[in-house]
Nanobody
């Protein structure tokens, strides 16, 4: 069982920045690929960014490429999402997720992720 807890969400003006954190309560954090997803009201949950177990490989959705950076610190069981140049369309609840399966590439399908946090709200005002 892996418990995930996100933090760092809030209200920010367009063009601003936020840094989300997700702490995992598990001894073997480096055995999980990690991902960030988001869900806006009335929309499906969508992939934002993913990072490999070691952190040496990342992948981003086109909508956030060049603005968001995912990183992780396995020493403190934490994955981060640095968000810059935020837009009103980035408004959503952001979830972190953990995938225990070894894969050749970083999974983007939410069904590949077994564990989920409760989410943190990000609101970008225009």
């Amino acid at each position: 069982q892996v418990l995930l807890a996100e933090s760092g969400g809030g209200l920010v003006q367009a063009g601003g920045s936020l840094r989300l954190s997700c702490v995992a309560s598990v001894r073997t954090f480096d055995r999980y690929s990690m991902g960030w997803f988001r869900q806006a009201p009335g929309k499906e949950r969508e992939f934002v960014a993913g990072i490999s177990r070691s952190g040496d490989s990342t992948y981003y959705a086109d909508a956030v490429k060049g603005r968001f950076i995912i990183s992780r610190d396995n020493a403190v069981n934490t994955v981060f999402l640095q968000m810059k140049s935020l837009k009103p369309e980035d408004t959503a609840v952001y979830f972190c997720a953990a995938d225990p399966q070894w894969r050749i590439s970083i999974p983007q399908n939410l069904r590949d992720y077994h564990y989920w946090g409760q989410g943190t709200q990000v609101t970008v005002s225009s």
